[in-house]
């Protein structure tokens, strides 16, 4: 009989939970002075709603099955839709409306570095703000979240905007926008032929294959475009340049100038480029669209996000503008490793409590309720041994001070302090630390 964890899945000891808690309280303190509010949501839904918006690619990877009831439900695979619909059914909430929430999440996909089939997820949200500087924002909150961690230059924003891709895919006369959008999505990760086959299917031909097509100069000229990539303000200045003439392209590009505004104000536009093959995946992104890598680019995304201006009211909601995006632990676990960041896996307590003798039990629990009652993490040896096991039961807890009882300090009143790191002791009032 297998009794491991499932691939995919992960189990954690109290080290290495110590570890990664660290590494969330830290994301979670600077999403909370941004003024984002938690919430949480079932894990368990109905199919229908990924089925309705989130895209194909989403609701094939789902863990779903027909419950007792007969209901197609599936482990959620992502927050965005249920957030959508908590918005939806609330008509009185003050704008605007910025969550955040951090629960596990499950996609059926092939485990592999980076990506596993269970994990955390922290989901920022920002709803009711239909000008950039939402979108500014939660770029904002995502690069301070990261330097929080201690990473400064390894990691880097990219950002594109899906009305601007559509617009520019329609000037050079592609048919389908989805399978071009597939088609660089994929564009730095297959060969450049592969590339511009998939651009063909999407519509898109070649003088020198079915007639209709585009001819040679006007393919390179779109591939030039898409592969414009760099500082974010300067190459969307370059952009506004070549681009098409047109005013819905127009308005795009001053939405990306004033964002870029924005981004310079916060002072995070260093860690920003513009990079048109961001389009991301799911089917209910509208507008702005960023990802996050690694500035080496070895790693898989660390978290990606965009504007859904219409999936509130697909759920029967007002019209809402809204944007944020998602972070995975496990890629964000790989860079912070990658780069020294990530916290020992050691145990921590603040206060150990030994005794040389059983007759001091009673004192040594005193000692422990009235520490733990001020907050500190305080510990005993539940088992009663030696003073010698205590003391290497002490070292394994990373004990901070252990404060022992010994028959001559107690008759005194006194205890014996030792700093656990350096090996000092000093003699102190008992009163210290039972008042």
């Known amino acids: 009989m297998n009794i491991s964890p499932l691939r995919g899945f992960r189990e954690f000891y109290p080290e290495q939970m110590k570890a990664r808690r660290e590494v969330f309280d830290k994301l979670i303190s600077v999403v909370r002075a941004f003024g984002f509010r938690e919430t949480d949501a079932p894990s368990l839904e109905s199919l229908d709603i990924f089925k309705l918006k989130s895209g194909e690619g989403i609701v094939e990877e789902t863990f779903s099955f027909v419950d007792k009831g007969g209901r197609e439900v599936t482990l959620i695979p992502e927050l965005t839709p249920a957030v959508a619909r908590m918005v939806s059914q609330q008509k009185n909430l003050v704008k605007p409306v910025k969550w955040y929430s951090f629960p596990k999440l499950w996609r059926y996909e092939e485990p592999q570095s980076g990506r596993l089939r269970e994990f955390y997820q922290l989901n920022i949200d920002i709803l009711g703000v239909p000008g950039v500087i939402?979108?500014?924002?939660?770029?904002?909150?995502?690069?301070?979240?990261?330097?929080?961690?201690?990473?400064?230059?390894?990691?880097?924003?990219?950002?594109?905007?899906?009305?601007?891709?559509?617009?520019?895919?329609?000037?050079?006369?592609?048919?389908?926008?989805?399978?071009?959008?597939?088609?660089?999505?994929?564009?730095?990760?297959?060969p450049h032929e592969e590339f511009l086959k998939m651009l063909k299917n999407s519509g898109l031909e070649n003088s020198g294959l079915e007639s209709g097509g585009l001819e040679n100069d006007k393919i390179e000229d779109l591939v030039n475009i898409l592969a414009i990539k760099g500082s974010f303000a300067n190459k969307v200045m370059e952009l506004s340049k070549i681009i098409p003439a047109s005013e819905s392209l127009g308005s795009v590009i001053d939405w990306l100038k004033e964002l870029?505004?924005?981004?310079?104000?916060?002072?995070?536009?260093?860690?920003?480029?513009?990079?048109?093959s961001i389009v991301r995946g799911i089917a209910y992104y509208t507008g702005t669209v960023f990802e996050c890598y690694d500035a080496k680019g070895e790693l898989r995304a660390m978290f990606g996000g965009g504007r859904y201006d219409n999936l509130v009211e697909l759920f029967g909601g007002e019209p809402t503008p809204a944007v944020?995006?998602?972070?995975?632990?496990?890629?964000?676990?790989?860079?912070?490793?990658?780069?020294?960041?990530?916290?020992?896996?050691?145990?921590?307590?603040?206060?150990?409590?030994?005794?040389?003798?059983?007759?001091?039990?009673?004192?040594?629990?005193?000692?422990?309720?009235?520490?733990?009652?001020?907050?500190?993490?305080?510990?005993?040896?539940?088992?009663?041994?030696?003073?010698?096991?205590?003391?290497?039961?002490?070292?394994?807890?990373?004990?901070?001070?252990?404060?022992?009882?010994?028959?001559?300090?107690?008759a005194k009143g006194k205890v014996v302090k030792k700093d656990m790191e350096t090996g000092k002791q000093e003699v102190v009032d008992m009163s210290e630390f039972l008042n």
């Open 134 to 190: 939402a979108d500014a924002e939660c770029i904002a909150v995502a690069v301070r979240m990261l330097q929080a961690l201690g990473l400064k230059d390894e990691f880097v924003i990219r950002i594109s905007d899906r009305r601007l891709l559509q617009g520019i895919l329609t000037h050079f006369g592609v048919k389908n926008i989805d399978e071009a959008y597939r088609a660089i999505d994929k564009k730095d990760k297959i």
């Open 260 to 276: 870029a505004i924005y981004l310079e104000k916060y002072g995070v536009e260093k860690s920003c480029i513009l990079d048109l």
């Open 324 to 410: 944020g995006f998602a972070m995975g632990d496990a890629v964000l676990e790989l860079l912070l490793r990658r780069a020294n960041l990530w916290p020992k896996e050691k145990l921590y307590t603040d206060y150990f409590v030994a005794y040389t003798d059983k007759k001091f039990l009673d004192l040594a629990i005193k000692i422990v309720t009235e520490l733990r009652k001020k907050g500190y993490v305080t510990e005993y040896d539940l088992l009663a041994r030696s003073f010698a096991k205590q003391m290497k039961y002490a070292n394994h807890l990373g004990s901070k001070t252990t404060l022992i009882l010994g028959e001559e300090e107690v």
